[in-house]
């Protein structure tokens, strides 16, 4: 069949929801398109494979910024999921919404039915609380959605002791990050569904392929989206080297991420002329801002040395550890692989009169020399990361060849007040390490160092060791300005049937991890799309 109402472009985490919900109605023919495999990999079911999957040639698009000019000109690793699921299928699964605020702001920008009090219910409508979680506010939480959250499956030393030391630091305990309020420390809760992984082409995809109406291409690169009269008639694909043309009779929803969202819009004619007539694409709408406003967290470690035998490292380096790791996963559903990185966290204010957070930490019982890479030691480490950052990058391509990564110039650290709020977050999270809690375990810093105390040596330590927390977004901005490339309605501007619905039209990044954003943003387009039919 070359011909469906709906052609969704991308089957990552946005993707997969569009497909289920579309396709709910039974009158609608809906294509998914994805570029990557489905899954084969057991890792991908595993929590604790994480650090298996994440950085994997197989599962990854394996982008690199640009050398970063604040970063010691680094290239900073991007992983994005190339499987179903997409990233959702290879990130850390901490599930974080976001704050009040980061929805009202999106409100003050012209964009009045983003509001808190409007995206709060789709949240809500795609959770799956288990029902041996902790029982939180049924304002804010749901036990009937599609999408499972749970809590974190055990409770560790060293964990407990970060949330009783950042308590010793006036950061009261906070049971539920996505409830009244976000401030404090505690533990994380994560998507998974007993000790499996949970993403969305698990639970939103996989129960929809039984419809006869919902159609999957997987290994599929779209290369160009068709657009007539300024109206879009379908996509072109390439599969195995063979190239085709699938029409649509409604919408192309373009779900292809941060990254590839405003990729195949400039290579379809649709962005900055100028950029786009240097390369050789024809312009069929100038908008100059598609690929810009790209944004997302920076993180820096801080690295302690602690007493052997309570961090994950000795379970992991070992063989009688690893041993004792598996066994613990698959009898008793318990540990690191039933659970993933990062157990606990907190946000917290650097500013003392002003209580909203601005910096997230992260915190993981273990330590690692580089990402993936275990120390032989036992210690632990807290990421942090400023939760609003003010510095702005973009994406643009470089070719009209789609298979050609396009140029992302992150910029980090270009905006001064970032640098401020870092630098503030390590002293934060180094009081935290040396609070009393802390003292009968800590042996030494080890990233930093005690030495690396002012504001230019620990500048200097970010620039050398800052990464990517993997929340890159923006890039597709919706508003109602001229610097927007969506509507409110995701509509793209200029072009009729051609939506985007992903994180890139997020127009300003949101205080913590981006998954459950994604979600929320894909419930409320389908609703949308829906509606408009």
């Not at 499956?153 to 049971?175: D, G, H, M, R, Y």
């Not at 879009?232 to 192309?252: F, L, M």
Request: charged fraction near 20%; include cysteine; proline fraction near 4%.
């Amino acid at each position: 069949m070359n011909f469906f109402d709906y052609i969704i472009v991308g089957g990552g985490t946005a993707g997969c929801v569009l497909a289920n919900r579309l396709s709910e109605n039974k009158s609608n023919t809906v294509l998914l398109i994805e570029a990557g495999s489905r899954k084969y990999n057991p890792w991908l079911y595993i929590p604790g494979g994480y650090f298996k999957t994440i950085f994997s040639k197989n599962l990854n698009w394996g982008y690199e910024t640009q050398p970063e000019k604040e970063l010691n000109f680094r290239q900073i690793v991007w992983p994005r999921g190339k499987v179903l699921g997409g990233s959702g299928a290879i990130n850390g699964m901490v599930y974080i919404r976001g704050q009040k605020e980061d929805f009202d702001y999106w409100k003050d920008l012209g964009n009045s039915e983003w509001s808190y009090e409007k995206v709060l219910p789709f949240f809500i409508k795609s959770e799956k609380q288990k029902s041996n979680n902790i029982q939180l506010n049924k304002k804010y939480h749901n036990k009937n959605g599609l999408f499972y959250i749970s809590d974190y499956p055990e409770k560790c030393i060293l964990s407990e002791t970060f949330i009783k030391a950042a308590n010793e630091q006036n950061i009261k305990t906070n049971t539920d990050f996505n409830g009244a309020f976000q401030t404090g420390a505690g533990y994380y809760q994560i998507t998974t569904n007993h000790w499996l992984r949970s993403d969305t082409d698990i639970c939103f995809l996989k129960p929809a392929l039984k419809r006869s109406n919902l159609t999957v291409l997987t290994n599929t690169l779209v290369t160009k989206i068709l657009i007539k009269n300024k109206k879009v008639i379908g996509v072109k694909v390439s599969k195995s080297g063979n190239t085709k043309t699938i029409k649509c009779n409604k919408e192309v929803i373009l779900s292809a991420g941060t990254i590839n969202s405003p990729q195949l819009l400039q290579i379809s004619g649709i962005g900055n002329q100028k950029h786009l007539n240097k390369i050789g694409v024809k312009t069929i709408i100038d908008l100059p801002e598609v690929g810009e406003n790209l944004q997302d967290h920076l993180q820096c470690q801080i690295i302690y040395k602690c007493k052997k035998n309570i961090s994950l490292n000795s379970d992991l380096i070992s063989f009688s550890g690893k041993i004792k790791t598996l066994l613990n996963y698959l009898f008793f559903h318990r540990g690191f692989l039933a659970g993933g990185p990062a157990p606990a966290g907190a946000f917290v204010s650097t500013k003392r009169y002003i209580t909203r957070p601005n910096l997230q930490l992260h915190f993981l019982p273990l330590s690692m020399s580089k990402p993936g890479v275990i120390n032989n030691f036992d210690g632990y480490t807290i990421n942090i990361s400023v939760s609003r950052p003010k510095s702005k990058g973009r994406v643009k391509i470089v070719s009209s060849d789609p298979t050609k990564h396009p140029l992302i110039e992150a910029n980090y650290l270009s905006d001064k007040n970032d640098k401020k709020e870092l630098i503030e977050g390590i002293k934060i999270s180094r009081k935290i390490a040396n609070s009393k809690a802390f003292q009968k375990y800590n042996v030494s810093e080890i990233k930093p160092g005690s030495r690396c105390n002012s504001q230019i040596d620990l500048l200097s330590y970010i620039k050398a060791n800052a990464g990517s927390l993997y929340h890159p977004i923006g890039t597709c901005k919706m508003g109602v300005d001229k610097n927007s490339v969506v509507n409110q309605d995701l509509q793209v501007k200029g072009i009729l049937g051609l939506r985007v619905a992903d994180a890139s039209i997020m127009p300003s990044i949101i205080s913590g991890n981006t998954n459950a954003t994604v979600i929320m943003i894909a419930e409320k387009a389908s609703k949308i799309i829906m509606q408009s039919t």
